[in-house]
């Protein structure tokens, strides 16, 4: 009688094979256990968390942050749900810049109430097919509840401030999430046209408080102007450029030059100043008043600018240089054989400023006129950092609301009225599918539950009220987490936007049908290291 291999016994020594039951539970333990992390971070009561980690022999890395994109990312994880969900956190990031903690929550929740079916004996697939009928309610239910104000200029701007305020106030900008709002609103309005992020700027400066960063209608870099050269430039024509610009020696590995006495050391010096001197005259011969570079700029092209009375920036980061190539309106150069066909970049105003103790360097005017700066003040560098993550959060959201003007309210407001809706789909649906749809709704219920225990309040209580408001037909009615009690969001101006919403549930959702579809995991043999 002919034997059967089992998928251990055909796999390489060192593998790993996990079957159905046990390669399940291994998934949803992962996962909840990574969204139990992450979730006490929710809303605006919600906790910091300290992320400590450094190269080995290196210094260690202080971080204090509440993003949980932030969070994810920083923490290594092996379990292939957990890391599943940290990828959804990074594409939320990337795609909407707010609700990463939301999304991983919700993905999180949706897990817990599947490992309960799954005890029932209800077989996965079952558990998908009604959680997508619940998917689509929920959209559906957020669709209709959506607010589009783009028409009307004065309320959409009320949207933006709203908006703002909300995703600030569980950041650590919360204290002075007023004048935050007021300078992310006012960035992200000057780039409406274009809706390019790249044109904000965001400086951090040691010293002040957080109450003393503003923005500057122009663009700021860190750097400074070289000796001896123009310290201000009107009508400026600026080359921009990523060349070698130190002692132009020969680079050959392996190159050895003998010479027969000193003479010829200072003809080979003299050959290379020569060298330079005619890079600097093609560069000249652009007819600029300002050159930038990417990389240092030694002290004898540096002289040769001052004499020229030419203002020269050096080792403007890789960052910077794109950034600038963009507000400016100028190419990046590395040859300068052929100046017709570099384009200039052009500005009102180039000038030193002061902030705090250091100067930069202010570009005004420029050929992009929504080009602006954000300097951030703090008193320690953790502060700034997280500061910098809050205020990227809110630039983000508000560019997506440009171009997806529906909002929707916070507050635990869309969760209960999608959750409510599922919750009539579901005693709508016949079969055990009706059983998934109801554990969608629950775990909907799980947001606003999560908000009221992170700020100390009775959650039973406070969920109970707010479903019975929305029951009652109280549509925009919250959970407002300063008195801790129910509330209007419309009046207390607790809005989000749309986008990010859709994209939570979209994405939650996605997530968890994609590791509550695996029945094995099987790890490859780890690679040997060869020696020789």
């Given at each position: 009688?002919?034997?059967?291999?089992?998928?251990?016994?055909?796999?390489?020594?060192?593998?790993?094979?996990?079957?159905?039951?046990i390669?399940?539970?291994?998934?949803?333990?992962?996962?909840?256990?990574?969204?139990?992390?992450?979730?006490?971070?929710?809303?605006?009561?919600?906790?910091?968390?300290?992320?400590?980690?450094?190269?080995?022999?290196?210094?260690?890395?202080?971080?204090?942050?509440?993003?949980?994109?932030?969070?994810?990312?920083?923490?290594?994880v092996?379990?292939?749900?957990?890391?599943?969900l940290?990828?959804?956190?990074?594409?939320?990031d990337?795609?909407?810049?707010?609700?990463?903690?939301?999304?991983?929550?919700?993905?999180?929740?949706?897990?817990?109430?599947?490992?309960?079916?799954?005890?029932?004996?209800?077989?996965?697939?079952?558990?998908?097919?009604?959680?997508?009928?619940?998917?689509?309610?929920?959209?559906?239910?957020?669709?209709?509840?959506?607010?589009?104000?783009?028409?009307?200029?004065?309320l959409?701007?009320?949207?933006l401030?709203?908006?703002?305020?909300?995703?600030?106030?569980?950041?650590?900008?919360?204290q002075?999430?007023?004048h935050?709002?007021?300078?992310?609103?006012?960035?992200?309005?000057?780039?409406?046209?274009?809706?390019?992020?790249?044109?904000?700027?965001?400086?951090?400066?040691?010293?002040?408080?957080?109450?003393?960063s503003?923005?500057?209608?122009g663009?700021?870099?860190?750097?400074?102007?070289?000796v001896?050269?123009?310290?201000?430039?009107?009508?400026?024509?600026?080359?921009?450029?990523?060349?070698?610009?130190?002692?132009?020696?020969?680079?050959?590995?392996?190159?050895?030059?003998?010479?027969?006495g000193?003479?010829?050391?200072?003809?080979?010096?003299?050959?290379?100043?020569?060298?330079?001197?005619?890079?600097?005259?093609?560069?000249k011969?652009?007819?600029?008043?300002?050159?930038?570079?990417?990389?240092?700029i030694y002290?004898?092209?540096?002289?040769?600018?001052a004499?020229?009375?030419?203002?020269?920036?050096?080792?403007?980061?890789?960052?910077?240089?794109?950034?600038?190539?963009?507000?400016?309106?100028?190419?990046?150069?590395?040859?300068?054989d052929?100046?017709?066909?570099?384009?200039?970049?052009?500005?009102?105003?180039?000038?030193?400023?002061?902030?705090?103790?250091?100067?930069?360097?202010?570009?005004?005017?420029?050929?992009?006129?929504?080009?602006?700066?954000?300097?951030?003040?703090?008193?320690?560098?953790?502060?700034?950092?997280?500061?910098e993550?809050?205020?990227?959060?809110?630039?983000?959201?508000?560019?997506?609301?440009?171009?997806?003007?529906?909002?929707?309210?916070?507050?635990?407001?869309?969760?209960?009225?999608?959750?409510?809706?599922?919750?009539q789909?579901?005693?709508?649906?016949?079969?055990?599918?009706?059983?998934?749809?109801?554990?969608?709704?629950n775990?909907?219920?799980?947001?606003?539950?999560?908000?009221?225990?992170?700020?100390?309040?009775?959650?039973?209580?406070?969920?109970?009220?707010?479903?019975a408001?929305?029951?009652?037909?109280?549509?925009?009615?919250?959970?407002?987490?300063?008195?801790?009690?129910?509330?209007?969001?419309?009046?207390?101006?607790?809005?989000?936007?749309?986008?990010?919403?859709?994209?939570?549930?979209?994405?939650?959702?996605e997530?968890?049908?994609?590791?509550?579809?695996?029945?094995?995991?099987?790890?490859?043999?780890?690679?040997?290291?060869?020696?020789?």
């Amino acid at each position: 009688m002919m034997g059967f291999a089992s998928a251990g016994e055909i796999l390489k020594p060192g593998s790993q094979h996990e079957q159905s039951e046990i390669a399940r539970l291994s998934s949803f333990v992962g996962a909840i256990a990574l969204g139990d992390i992450v979730k006490t971070t929710l809303g605006p009561k919600g906790m910091d968390k300290i992320l400590i980690g450094g190269r080995p022999g290196g210094e260690d890395t202080v971080r204090v942050t509440n993003d949980g994109a932030t969070i994810l990312k920083s923490i290594g994880v092996d379990n292939p749900a957990a890391k599943i969900l940290v990828e959804i956190s990074k594409v939320q990031d990337d795609e909407v810049g707010d609700g990463t903690t939301s999304v991983t929550v919700l993905a999180c929740e949706l897990l817990r109430e599947a490992e309960r079916l799954i005890a029932m004996k209800i077989h996965p697939q079952t558990i998908v097919a009604g959680w997508r009928l619940a998917k689509d309610a929920a959209r559906s239910a957020l669709e209709a509840s959506a607010l589009d104000h783009g028409a009307d200029k004065q309320l959409f701007l009320k949207d933006l401030e709203n908006i703002a305020a909300t995703t600030l106030s569980s950041k650590i900008l919360s204290q002075h999430r007023n004048h935050f709002t007021a300078l992310a609103v006012s960035a992200v309005l000057r780039i409406s046209a274009a809706g390019d992020l790249q044109a904000i700027q965001v400086i951090k400066k040691l010293g002040g408080t957080l109450g003393d960063s503003f923005l500057d209608e122009g663009f700021l870099l860190d750097k400074k102007i070289g000796v001896n050269q123009p310290k201000r430039l009107e009508n400026a024509k600026i080359l921009i450029a990523n060349t070698g610009m130190d002692a132009d020696k020969v680079k050959v590995f392996g190159t050895r030059v003998r010479v027969d006495g000193t003479a010829k050391v200072a003809e080979l010096e003299a050959a290379e100043k020569q060298k330079m001197c005619d890079k600097v005259n093609k560069i000249k011969a652009h007819g600029i008043s300002c050159f930038i570079n990417r990389q240092l700029i030694y002290n004898y092209p540096e002289q040769l600018f001052a004499d020229a009375g030419i203002m020269a920036i050096e080792h403007a980061d890789f960052e910077g240089v794109e950034r600038l190539g963009l507000v400016l309106g100028g190419d990046i150069v590395s040859t300068f054989d052929n100046p017709e066909l570099v384009t200039l970049g052009t500005c009102d105003v180039i000038e030193e400023v002061m902030v705090g103790d250091d100067k930069l360097i202010r570009f005004a005017g420029c050929h992009r006129k929504e080009a602006c700066t954000i300097v951030i003040r703090g008193a320690t560098q953790q502060i700034l950092d997280e500061a910098e993550r809050s205020l990227h959060d809110a630039l983000c959201v508000l560019s997506q609301t440009l171009k997806e003007t529906r909002t929707v309210y916070g507050g635990g407001c869309s969760e209960v009225l999608m959750s409510n809706r599922v919750s009539q789909l579901a005693t709508a649906t016949p079969g055990k599918e009706s059983l998934a749809v109801e554990a969608f709704a629950n775990a909907l219920r799980t947001i606003p539950t999560i908000l009221a225990d992170n700020a100390g309040y009775d959650s039973a209580d406070l969920v109970a009220k707010l479903r019975a408001a929305h029951t009652a037909g109280v549509s925009a009615a919250g959970l407002d987490m300063f008195t801790g009690e129910v509330g209007d969001m419309a009046q207390l101006g607790v809005t989000e936007s749309f986008k990010v919403k859709s994209q939570v549930l979209l994405s939650a959702a996605e997530a968890a049908e994609m590791i509550l579809r695996v029945d094995n995991i099987i790890r490859a043999q780890p690679r040997q290291r060869e020696r020789h």
